[in-house]
């Protein structure tokens, strides 16, 4: 027995969900926290900038890039193009969140190190080590990766890992889709 599931109604609550989202972490970010600024004397006007876009970004636009090679019933071509634009403006909103967020740290004398790596001294090295950091240094790493691949499967146009198979118990899978649930 199949089951069938229409994903229209599903997605049209994934999108209300994502515009409340952001809603309220723009309300929270210019209502309750001051505002936003890339420059400011007050410090965490400049933090504030960094929950935004990292919501946008990484969260929204990164799963509406996922969705959309699928979802879209256009040509192979124009799927991709829409999937790459999407995952480069996810690129630069999660590069301006990390920036923003350093920003902070820095001019506020708070960066002791990452990873290891002495950046200022200071007393506050629990950035560091937090799991916040090292999920930030995981994350952006496997999207730059992500990206390079996705670059260089459309200019190749083909799948560049296409004749690896994984085994996953009941056959073999391609390892895009393998690669793709994580």
Same mark, same amino acid.
């Given at each position: 027995?199949?089951?069938?599931?229409n +994903?229209?109604?599903l997605?049209?609550v994934?999108?209300?969900?994502?515009?409340?989202?952001? !809603?309220? !972490?723009?309300?929270?970010c #210019?209502?309750?926290?001051?505002?936003?600024?890339?420059?400011?004397?007050?410090? *965490?006007l400049? $933090?504030?900038i960094?929950?935004? @876009?990292?919501? #946008? &970004? $990484?969260?929204?636009?990164?799963?509406e890039?996922?969705?959309?090679?699928?979802? %879209?019933?256009?040509?192979?071509?124009?799927?991709?193009?829409?999937?790459?634009?999407?995952?480069?403006?996810?690129?630069?909103?999660g590069?301006? &969140?990390?920036?923003? +967020?350093?920003?902070?740290?820095?001019? *506020?004398?708070? #960066?002791?190190?990452? /990873?290891? /790596?002495?950046?200022?001294?200071?007393?506050?090295?629990?950035? *560091?080590?937090?799991?916040?950091?090292?999920?930030?240094?995981? +994350?952006?790493?496997?999207?730059?990766?992500?990206?390079?691949?996705?670059?260089?499967?459309? /200019? @190749?146009?083909?799948?560049? !890992?296409?004749? @690896?198979?994984?085994?996953n &118990?009941? &056959?073999?899978?391609?390892?895009?889709e393998y690669?793709? *649930? %994580?």
């Open positions: 027995m199949v089951l069938r599931v +994903a229209r109604p997605t049209f994934c999108h209300l969900l994502a515009i409340a989202a952001t !809603v309220m !972490v723009l309300v929270w #210019i209502h309750f926290r001051g505002g936003l600024a890339f420059k400011a004397t007050n410090k *965490s400049i $933090f504030n960094h929950p935004v @876009v990292m919501l #946008i &970004g $990484f969260i929204i636009l990164g799963g890039a996922i969705i959309s090679y699928k979802a %879209f019933p256009w040509r192979k071509k124009v799927k991709k193009v829409i999937h790459l634009t999407l995952h480069f403006f996810t690129l630069i909103l590069i301006v &969140g990390i920036y923003a +967020a350093f920003k902070y740290h820095s001019e *506020s004398g708070i #960066i002791a190190c990452i /990873l290891g /790596l002495e950046l200022q001294p200071s007393a506050y090295t629990e950035f *560091s080590t937090s799991t916040h950091s090292k999920q930030l240094m995981l +994350a952006t790493s496997r999207q730059r990766l992500q990206l390079g691949v996705l670059i260089g499967s459309y /200019l @190749v146009q083909s799948d560049p !890992v296409q004749y @690896v198979f994984i085994t &118990g009941s &056959g073999s899978i391609q390892s895009n690669f793709g *649930s %994580f």
